[in-house]
């Protein structure tokens, strides 16, 4: 049935069916769990699977720190004089960049899992049915946690100094993880309505790379064309970067973390329904 | 609305279930008595798995109507759902988790604080003979040990009614006939077993009643007795020493019997399929007949043998084409055999 059969079921120990009969005796069942509760039991699965596969934080990892070095001195010194300078400016939207761009990987993990038999018997249990992929959101969150953390990290031996201090950085890290799971609705969604994995990874790439790049994460906008500023200027990545900008500074930048919010709201009232529709008709 | 007082775990009318152009379900009626196992028999493709997931809510049917335990399968999938475990033809938990996390996992989503929730994943993987694997992750477990483990997930609540879908497919003898003790040992309890398989002998050894369904449709249905005597009492097998006598023999056993005779691909070999409808000898008074009929007509024989009706008899005599036609067309490394019916 399997090629990873490793253990001969010739040495297996046989099925004690005296004590499965006293352990079938129905006890009472115990409540159903409430949302929460299934949702972070499926958070925990996600966090198991890190435990077992820790490979997969190579993402958040190496990924991240990647963006900072390569952008800090490919444009630091054209845009700002010198790196140093311009990583004041960029840490926090390159931070922004990344952790977007990781939740693509949402849409691949949930195509390639949905697949597996173990889906049946999540879909068939009495629980709330959003929890499974709500999940996995909370799992990723602490991906998504992680990058920042190493990003950061690295900003500031790059010379980084957030003026926000420890309260400024929580509080721009939340917003940015707040966000990241209500946009990983948008790939919840597609790992269920594309058959491969492939093509996950290719419409997730058309949607992040014009998203993230086309914001003021990496310029400021008065620099671009009318038409493109127009878009620019209103696009959620913006507002977030800003906001969290903002943030790591010291300011209270209420209209861009309010934008922020309200993008975070729409996407979830928006891309949750679709995909909980599809989930539910896989 | 609600039937509960039948009596019946699960009802269904004229469901059905299309694929692009494929009725894979094509209006199947059921009647499952509560307490007992209930065979589901037929080839791969005639839509048991499909059944099996409409009735587990996983799927929707596209009409018809089934009820499990009174609950309507669409608009009440919830209680449903509370009521019904799950194990699939494929290892229904997660592969790279452990025994005991993938225990623990679904006990907690059952509703199980942690403590007892660790707990009775112990007890099961102890019951079940996992306690050396527990720590292991499921991706090395083998085939038998897998179909444990799926099991014990699926009674972490003594579920009310139990899908088994095709337990043992791909299974050692011996590890099938641990399957077959943990699904005693579940209804023994009370619960009751819906059963799908390929295996007639399977069917036989667990199941009350059983249903034959071929092409998305229930073809036949009964208790054990009713459906074999439908089938016949089985076949008997010969060699004989001189290829010669074939013709006579297969002669000689028509007469003697008023069954069907085959010859088989091999030249010394017969089959002589035995119907119940030949009075009311069992199968080896049958048997007798022939051999002293076969001695009478100085025919030897040097190889004997009484056969169960296999499923691709049930099928023959149900269906007029056997197991291997309908779907999956690629087994030709057995000859068809010649029919010398009468």
């Known amino acids: 049935m399997s090629t990873t059969t490793t253990t001969e079921s010739g040495e297996l120990a046989p099925v004690r069916t005296d004590s499965l009969a006293e352990l079938l005796v129905a006890e009472e069942r115990p409540p159903r769990p409430s949302a929460w509760s299934a949702s972070l039991t499926f958070g925990w699965r996600a966090i198991l699977k890190i435990k077992h596969v820790p490979e997969q934080l190579f993402d958040v990892t190496a990924f991240p720190i990647m963006m900072v070095l390569m952008y800090t001195y490919l444009f630091g010194g054209a845009l700002a004089g ?124 058309m949607v992040i790379f014009p998203l993230t790049f086309l914001s003021n994460v990496f310029v400021d906008p008065r620099t671009m064309p009318g038409w493109l500023q127009a878009f620019v200027n209103n696009s959620p990545v913006t507002h977030l970067a800003s906001a969290v900008r903002g943030l790591m500074a010291g300011d209270w930048p209420a209209d861009e973390i309010a934008w922020t919010l309200g993008w975070s709201g729409l996407f979830v009232a928006v891309f949750g329904p679709i995909t909980m529709r599809l989930y539910n008709r896989k | ?108 989503l059952l509703g199980h604080r942690k403590p007892p929730a660790r707990t009775r994943a112990a007890q099961l993987l102890e019951a079940f003979g996992l306690t050396d694997a527990a720590g292991k992750q499921v991706k090395h477990y083998s085939g038998g040990m897998r179909r444990r483990i799926d099991i014990a997930a699926s009674i972490l609540n003594t579920p009310d009614l139990l899908f088994l879908d095709e337990p043992t497919t791909g299974l050692d003898p011996r590890s099938r006939n641990q399957v077959w003790d943990i699904v005693r040992a579940v209804v023994a309890q009370g619960t009751t077993v819906l059963l799908t398989t390929q295996y007639l002998d399977e069917a ?20 054990k007795g009713e459906l074999k005597a439908s089938v016949g009492a089985g076949s008997v097998h010969l060699r004989l020493r001189d290829p010669g006598q074939r013709p006579l023999a297969a002669d000689l056993l028509r007469r003697a019997l008023d069954a069907q005779v085959q010859t088989e691909a091999d030249p010394v070999a017969l089959t002589a399929r035995l119907t119940t409808a030949a009075g009311n000898d069992t199968a080896a008074e049958q048997a007798a007949r022939a051999l002293s009929a076969l001695a009478r007509g ?20 149900l269906t007029g084409h056997d197991t291997q036609q309908p779907r999956s067309g690629s087994d030709t490394s057995r000859d068809p055999k010649d029919e010398v019916a009468a």
């Open chain 2, 204 to 223: 036989d050894q667990l199941a009350s009643r059983i249903a034959v369904i071929d092409r998305g449709k229930v073809i036949a249905e009964g208790t």
């Open chain 2, 298 to 317: 100085g025919i030897t024989v040097d190889n004997f043998s009484l056969g169960q009706p296999s499923l691709d008899e049930v099928f023959l005599a």
């Open chain 2, 1 to 108: 609305m609600s039937t509960q007082t039948s009596g019946l775990a699960i009802e269904t009318a004229g469901l059905v279930k299309t694929f692009g152009g494929t009725r894979a379900v094509d209006g199947v009626d059921l009647a499952v008595p509560a307490g007992t196992v209930y065979g589901v028999l037929g080839p791969n493709g005639a839509g048991k798995t499909t059944t099996v997931r409409m009735l587990a809510t996983l799927l929707r049917p596209d009409s018809g109507e089934a009820h499990v335990f009174g609950h309507d399968i669409v608009r009440e999938a919830d209680e449903v759902r509370g009521r019904v475990s799950l194990t699939g033809q494929y290892a229904s938990v997660d592969e790279d988790l452990t025994g005991t996390e993938n225990l623990v996992l679904l006990a907690r």
């Open chain 1, 82 to 205: 010198s790196p140093k300078e311009y990583i004041q400016f960029l840490l926090p939207g390159i931070l922004v960049m990344s952790v977007v761009m990781i939740t693509m990987y949402t849409g691949v993990s949930v195509n390639t899992d949905i697949e597996k038999g173990v889906f049946d018997r999540f879909r068939s249990l009495p629980i709330w049915r959003p929890s499974t992929m709500v999940g996995y959101l909370l799992g990723d969150a602490l991906r998504y946690t992680i990058a920042s953390v190493v990003m950061l990290t690295v900003g500031m031996i790059l010379g980084y100094r957030a003026d926000g201090g420890v309260a400024g950085v929580l509080v721009g890290i939340a917003l940015l993880v707040l966000f990241s799971f209500a946009f990983s609705w948008i790939w919840t969604m597609f790992g269920l309505m594309l058959r491969t994995e492939k093509s996950v990874m290719g419409v997730s790439m």
